[in-house]
Antibody, heavy 116, light 112 residues
Framework: EVQLAESGGDLVQPGGSLRLSCAAS????????LDWVRQAPGKGLEWVGR??????????EYAASVRGRFTISRDDSKNSLYLQMNSLKIEDAAVYYC???????WGQGTLVTVSS | DVVMTQSPLSLPVILGQPASISCRSS???????????LSWLQQRPGQSPRRLIY???KRGSGVPDRFSGYGSGTDFTLRISRVEAEDVGVYYC?????????FGQGTKLEIK
């Protein structure tokens, strides 16, 4: 059974940093491009960024709203995906999902709250 | 960025009746590889999104056959042949033909 389990969500002050993790199982993790998608409270879905596979040189892509502040990485030996979030803003508050938009895989999400 | 416009944004439906959601894109979603990367997601209250339809009309594993998708170019539709209580939630279209991937605003389906 495919599972994606996000963790690391927390309350952080504006300007702070947070690192989210996503542990994967049930599929060949290294074969997949992986995405982070977020959902602000009561709002719709917003793509945050993507990391490609090793054969694609682990290329990363980011939404304009987070570029330069967020960094996506992966550790294929640990079947894990990461999202390093720096210089957090109020508007970054959301549930963050790890997913592979090319498949049906979605995690349950982890909540990031940005507030002073 | 490709703008995805859904309508209606709110959809009250009587149980057992059909329902349709429209999704229009600002650019054609036909990829140079010949595929059209338009998917439909369902998000039930309090749950993560779940992919129902991919590449316009392909149903995901375990998705009931009352859900169907069709369309081409810039105009797409999700149809539910007979709405059931478990279909309550928000439905999103998403395109992954053009970078960056973009979502529609969501359509909230409720039982009338």
């Amino acid at each position: 059974e495919v599972q994606l389990a996000e963790s690391g969500g927390d309350l952080v002050q504006p300007g702070g940093s947070l690192r989210l993790s996503c542990a994967a199982s049930g599929f060949t993790f290294s074969d997949h491009w992986l995405d982070w998608v977020r959902q602000a409270p009561g709002k719709g879905l917003e793509w945050v960024g993507r990391i490609k596979r090793k054969i694609d040189d682990y290329v990363t892509e980011y939404a304009a709203s987070v570029r330069g502040r967020f960094t996506i990485s992966r550790d294929d030996s640990k079947n894990s995906l990461y999202l390093q979030m720096n210089s957090l803003k109020i508007e970054d508050a959301a549930v963050y999902y790890c997913t592979d938009l090319g498949t049906a895989f979605w995690g349950q999400g982890t909540l990031v709250t940005v507030s002073s | 960025d490709v703008v995805m416009t859904q309508s209606p944004l709110s959809l009250p439906v009587i149980l057992g009746q059909p329902a349709s959601i429209s999704c229009r894109s600002s650019h054609s979603l036909m990829h140079s590889d010949g595929n059209t990367y338009l998917s439909w997601l369902q998000q039930r209250p309090g749950q993560s999104p779940r992919r129902l339809i991919y590449e316009v009309s392909k149903r995901g594993s375990g998705v009931p056959d009352r859900f169907s998708g069709y369309g081409s170019g810039t105009d797409f539709t999700l149809r539910i042949s007979r709405v059931e209580a478990e279909d309550v939630g928000v439905y999103y279209c998403i395109q992954d033909t053009h970078w960056p991937p973009t979502f529609g605003q969501g359509t909230k389906l409720e039982i009338k």
